[in-house]
């Protein structure tokens, strides 16, 4: 018989051992709960993504997960295709926006449902204080284009494809194809009209209808689009100097509908993707009603933008300069079509068009661009030359063979945009639209008119200045446009956030003067794309027909149109430099000339055409967001700033160049990071780039750099990544070399900065002095190159690069350079016999 005691002792144990079964049961289910938590987290952060490949392999899938780097993507299928990504849905609005008026918002994001500060290629990183090789964090957002729902269940993978398209019919909304201009239109204008009902709310109804709604022409009744007839125009209207020379122009109307046609090529490939995506033979009934019906994107179109600070939208948040506006008002309308676009906010203060922005031009905006855009006129002057170098520069886009534009491989022919240009810069537009490329002018005038129509808020009391709508607001006050009282000085500029912030000078625009240029940009694309919708529309029979025949007869009209494209394009590529362009280049490069002196063999034409490559430091730049500058895995773009940044100047300056009031002696920097203590280093300015809640600009010089404190240093250039992505091989180049220079604040330099002391160069005297003396600069040392070890014994100014040459019996040689074996040049850099500490900055190296 058991004893009380031990009986107790075994109920507690009885007792302890269901608690702990219950314990366990509990903690099992609980384990459970966690695992489909985090299945469902997991499902939430993967974005599914129609991405193409070429025609054999149009259907691929990429796993991207949310807030990764972009080389964090895994895809399942590699392809070499362009097609666009959709991994931001743009009417979702992340980070904050604020301004001085009670709603708080500066621009069309917020309440724009279609609006936001992401982009196709992310979003906006709210404040970029990562240290050098750290990725910035990235926000994304899932587009219902982007993952679209599941394949209907009902479906039987075992029906014929008659029966799996009826099946699929039923459960499904026709108007998804795209494979039809119809639902493409019925889609376009559907989502357009939630456009204009933003810029209605946004600007007031009369006043959106005095901007932005066709104008009625007297003589016919009929309307007329602004887009295609008054923000931009052809450049025969265009305004030009009295006594410039004309050639003969193409039939009035042919500028608009060159751009129409490449955005008709646009459309074909959209329909291109579908039909190959349906009809995919590999595909289950499922996938293929799925594709039909919820489609991504099938290609994409890339707008850049380059110009000086005002472009850049210098004094504002970078996505309230107009490129930006631009891109949010007319992503989601080109998405909901099948079309990608990004458009990339390149522009940079300080510089002009040419020569490192025209030479660099692939390395700077991307050699995978449909349209470039130029806005330099401040900086440009009355410089023909510039302007005519950028856009040849720009053409040599459809000679890349390996960012052509898929499905259908289309030859990527950059259509070319003034954007306040003068009368100078018209005639060169003028010539280029003569040789057949797609030129339209932004119409100055126009825009100035536009202005006539907003309200002044003169004479206005407080709550009729507040009741009228935000975007009109403090626009014009007593006749000035973002100037004058009452309150048009004070929000100017967006003072949310750092309102002492750099760049708000009164040369530079405000963000609503912004708005206004990127919605009228806007208008003039979706008119644009409209027409090229009807276009297509013309070429579609009446009756049905099956795949095979639609892909056939989608592919032939896409050809077609292609070769007239390229027909057009093979004067600017092929022919001799239009005739009135000729003196212009003649006049700044001829042997003799103030700047290159060429040497007898030597000629303009190849800077104008001939395969280039640059390996350029400065920001923003397709080469350092690809991570092909330095090879590194850190790839991404101007909204995450996730590329490598590498090293930080202010760190080189404490070592080397200490305060003269500090305990600590100069000591000769070394980089310590694997294989770069030889090396060139790429640097940063960390006090370049402004520190504040909302991004401000990302244009930044950054440079290569070596010191009086250094040995010799060196590139071996073109790196590997480079010649292949930019199809350049040395070996079959001229071998002429140019090496650009960091520009100094305002043509300043400071006294270390050897900028103007590069071998056979002298600088002159600055206003109302003399040069210095050799003697007066010996403490600072003399700067040294080689290339290939055989030493540079002049460097001959083109603008703000330099030919490097060397010693030849010969003078038709001294500017070619003999790579080595495997195509490389080594170039080899010193600051020699210096007393006193001095530096080198080197922006860019140009290799043709």
């Not at 005691?5 to 966690?34: C, P």
């Not at 990235?138 to 479906?155: G, H, M, Y």
Request: aromatic residues 10%; neutral net charge.
């Amino acid at each position: 018989m058991e004893s009380p005691i031990a009986n107790n002792n075994h109920n507690k144990n009885a007792s302890k051992s269901s608690q702990t079964a219950m314990g366990n049961r509990w903690f099992r289910g609980f384990a459970l709960l966690l695992v489909a938590s985090f299945l469902l987290f997991l499902w939430d952060k993967v974005e599914l993504r129609v991405t193409g490949t070429q025609q054999e392999e149009l259907m691929g899938v990429q796993l991207v997960f949310k807030g990764s780097s972009p080389s964090s993507t895994i895809q399942t299928k590699t392809s070499n295709s362009t097609l666009a990504n959709t991994e931001v849905d743009s009417r979702t609005h992340t980070g904050t926006t604020a301004d001085q008026d009670k709603d708080k918002l500066p621009a069309t994001e917020a309440s724009n449902p279609q609006d936001a500060t992401s982009t196709s290629n992310g979003n906006v990183n709210a404040n970029d204080n990562t240290k050098s090789g750290e990725p910035a964090k990235e926000k994304r957002a899932t587009s219902p284009l982007t993952r679209p729902p599941e394949p209907p269940e009902a479906v039987d993978d075992s029906l014929t494809p008659q029966e799996c398209e009826n099946q699929c019919q039923t459960s499904q909304n026709n108007d998804f194809d795209l494979s039809k201009a119809s639902n493409m239109r019925q889609r376009f204008t559907e989502y357009r009209q939630r456009y204009v009902a933003q810029l209605q709310q946004d600007y007031g109804e009369k006043l959106y209808k005095d901007l932005f709604t066709p104008i009625i022409d007297p003589e016919t009744n009929t309307p007329v689009s602004i887009g295609r007839d008054f923000i931009f125009t052809e450049p025969p209207k265009l305004k030009l100097k009295r006594g410039t020379a004309r050639g003969t122009p193409p039939p009035p109307g042919t500028a608009w509908k060159r751009f129409v046609r490449k955005l008709s090529i646009k459309v074909l490939q959209i329909q291109l993707g579908s039909v190959l995506q349906q009809s995919k033979a590999s595909y289950d009934c499922s996938k293929r009603c799925h594709y039909k019906y919820h489609p991504g994107t099938y290609t994409n179109y890339v707008w850049a933008t380059g110009g000086h600070s005002s472009s850049a939208g210098h004094g504002n948040f970078y996505r309230e300069a107009y490129t930006a506006v631009m891109e949010r008002a007319v992503q989601p309308i080109f998405r909901a079509i099948g079309l990608d676009f990004e458009a990339r906010g390149y522009s940079s203060g300080g510089t002009s068009s040419a020569d490192e922005y025209s030479l660099c031009s692939q390395a700077f905006y991307g050699r995978d661009i449909d349209s470039l855009s130029w806005d330099f006129g401040m900086t440009d002057g009355k410089n023909k030359w510039k302007i005519g170098m950028y856009a040849y520069r720009a053409a040599q886009v459809a000679k890349a063979r390996n960012t052509i534009s898929q499905p259908g491989g289309i030859p990527r022919r950059p259509a070319l945009f003034g954007i306040h240009q003068g009368d100078e810069h018209n005639a060169v537009l003028h010539y280029m639209y003569e040789l057949g490329m797609p030129v339209l002018g932004y119409n100055g005038g126009y825009e100035a008119n536009l202005f006539a129509a907003f309200p002044d808020m003169m004479g206005m009391s407080d709550q009729e200045i507040e009741a009228v709508p935000r975007l009109a607001r403090h626009f014009k006050c007593a006749g000035g446009v973002e100037t004058g009282e009452p309150g048009c000085n004070a929000n100017k500029f967006n003072r949310t956030f750092c309102p002492s912030r750099a760049g708000r000078a009164k040369w530079h625009q405000g963000w609503k003067f912004h708005a206004l240029a990127g919605h009228l940009i806007a208008t003039m694309l979706l008119d644009a794309l409209q027409d090229a919708i009807e276009e297509v529309a013309k070429l579609e029979p009446i009756d049905n027909e099956d795949m095979p025949a639609k892909e056939a007869r989608i592919t032939s009209h896409l050809q077609r149109l292609s070769q007239e494209e390229a027909a057009d394009y093979n004067n600017i590529l092929n022919a001799p430099v239009h005739e009135y362009l000729r003196p212009e280049f003649e006049r700044i490069w001829a042997p003799g000339s103030y700047f290159a002196k060429m040497t007898p063999g030597m000629a303009y034409e190849p800077l104008l055409k001939d395969p280039i490559l640059c390996h350029t430091a400065l920001l923003p730049a397709d080469i350092r967001f690809r991570g092909i500058l330095t090879e590194s895995n850190m790839v991404g773009n101007i909204y995450n700033q996730y590329y490598d940044k590498g090293y930080s100047y202010q760190k080189i300056q404490k070592t080397e160049a200490p305060p003269p009031r500090g305990q600590r002696k100069p000591v000769m920097f070394v980089d310590e990071r694997p294989g770069q203590a030889d090396k060139l280093t790429l640097v940063m300015n960390e006090d370049e780039r402004e520190k504040c809640e909302e991004p401000t600009f990302f244009d930044l010089d950054d440079w290569y750099h070596t010191t009086s404190m250094q040995p010799w240093k060196t590139l071996l250039l073109p790196n590997d990544s480079e010649m292949r992505y930019y199809e350049f091989n040395p070996l079959q180049s001229r071998g002429w070399i140019l090496m650009c220079l960091k520009k100094c604040s305002w043509g300043k330099c400071d006294g270390t900065d050897m900028h103007d002391y590069l071998p056979g160069n002298w600088p002159g005297g600055k206003k109302g002095q003399a040069p210095p003396t050799k003697e007066e600069r010996a403490d600072y040392g003399t700067v040294e190159l080689e290339v290939n070890n055989v030493p540079v014994t002049n460097a001959v100014r083109l603008e703000k690069c330099y030919f490097l040459t060397h010693e030849d019996p010969d003078p038709t040689k001294t500017y070619v350079w003999k790579p080595n074996d495997a195509g490389k040049y080594e170039i080899r850099v010193r600051i020699a016999n210096a007393k006193r500490y001095s530096v080198l900055k080197m922006t860019s190296f140009v290799f043709l």
